[in-house]
C-alpha cells in the first residue's frame, strides 16, 4: 500500500539557515511523482516543488529542492535562507502515474516549521 | 486569473443535516479532486472526477457522503446526516488532465465544517 512518512512534527530553524524536511515513501509502483506543499496559517495549499520518480537530477525551485535517493525511498525538502514567510505546515505528498490511475495525492502528517529570527 | 474557489469558506450545522459544499475548478482544468483534512491531520482523499469517465469514489469514508460534478465544471459534495467527526476543512483541488503525473493539484481554500 502507499504510504508516506513524515517523522517531524515540528521543525524549528535560525532564520537565513538551511533546513531539511524529512520524507519517506512506498510504493510497488515504478512510476511515481513525489510532491511537496506548504500550508501556511491562513489555510492555502500552495505547491512547491515536484519530483519524478523517473528524474535524474534532484528537482529544485528557487530556494526549495528536494534531495531525491530512489533506494532509500526518500524524497526530503531543503529550504535555503530561511525566512521568516516559511513558518508553516509542510506536507509531502506521492501521486502513482499508471495510465488508469487517478492521480490523487496520498498526504503524509506534515511537519510544522517555525523560523526563529 | 482566478483559482479554484469553494463555498462557502465555513459552515456549521447541526449533527443529523445534510449540507452541500461547492466547488469551482480553475477554467480548463479536466480533473477534480476533493480531499478532507481533519484537525492537525494530512489532506485525506475522498473523490476524483475526470471528464465523462466514472469518478474515482475509493476514498468517500460512508454511503452518507456523495458528489457530484455538472458540466463537467462546478462540483458540488453533498455529506447527509452529519455527524460531529465529519467536521474537517475539505479541500477541493483541480488540475490538467492527469496525463502525467507532474502535473501540479491547484488546491481552493477549503470549506471550514464544524457538525455540533
Known amino acids: 500500500a502507499q504510504k508516506i512518512t513524515q517523522t517531524q512534527p515540528g521543525m524549528f530553524v535560525q532564520e537565513k539557515e538551511a533546513v531539511t524536511l524529512d520524507c519517506t515513501y512506498d510504493?510497488?509502483?515504478?512510476?511515481?511523482?513525489l510532491f511537496w506543499y506548504k500550508q501556511p496559517s491562513s489555510g492555502e495549499m500552495i505547491f512547491l516543488i515536484y519530483?519524478?520518480?523517473?528524474?535524474?537530477q534532484n528537482a529544485t525551485e528557487g530556494r526549495y529542492s528536494l534531495n531525491f535517493q530512489k533506494a532509500r525511498k526518500s524524497a526530503n525538502l531543503v529550504i535555503s535562507a530561511s525566512q521568516l514567510g516559511d513558518s508553516a505546515m509542510y506536507f509531502c505528498a506521492m501521486r502513482e502515474g499508471g495510465l488508469d490511475s487517478s492521480y490523487k495525492l496520498i498526504f503524509g502528517s506534515g511537519t510544522r516549521l517555525l523560523v526563529r529570527p | 486569473g482566478a483559482g479554484v474557489s469553494q463555498s462557502p469558506s465555513n459552515k456549521v450545522t447541526e449533527k443529523g443535516k445534510d449540507v452541500e459544499l461547492r466547488c469551482d475548478p480553475i477554467s480548463g482544468h479536466t480533473a477534480l479532486y476533493w480531499y478532507r483534512q481533519s484537525l492537525g491531520q494530512g489532506l485525506e482523499f475522498l473523490i476524483y472526477f475526470q471528464g465523462n469517465s466514472a469518478p474515482d469514489k475509493s476514498g468517500l469514508p460512508s454511503d452518507r457522503f456523495s458528489a457530484e460534478r455538472t458540466g463537467g465544471s462546478v462540483s458540488t459534495l453533498t455529506i447527509q446526516r452529519t455527524q460531529q467527526e465529519d467536521s474537517a476543512v475539505y479541500l477541493c483541488?483541480?488540475?490538467?488532465?492527469?496525463?502525467?503525473?507532474?502535473?501540479?493539484?491547484?488546491f481552493g481554500p477549503g470549506t471550514r465544517l464544524t457538525v455540533t
Open positions: 519530483q519524478g520518480s523517473y528524474d535524474q
Open positions: 483541488a483541480s488540475s490538467f488532465q492527469p496525463i502525467k503525473s507532474s502535473y501540479e493539484q491547484y
Open positions: 510504493t510497488s509502483d515504478p512510476s511515481y511523482g
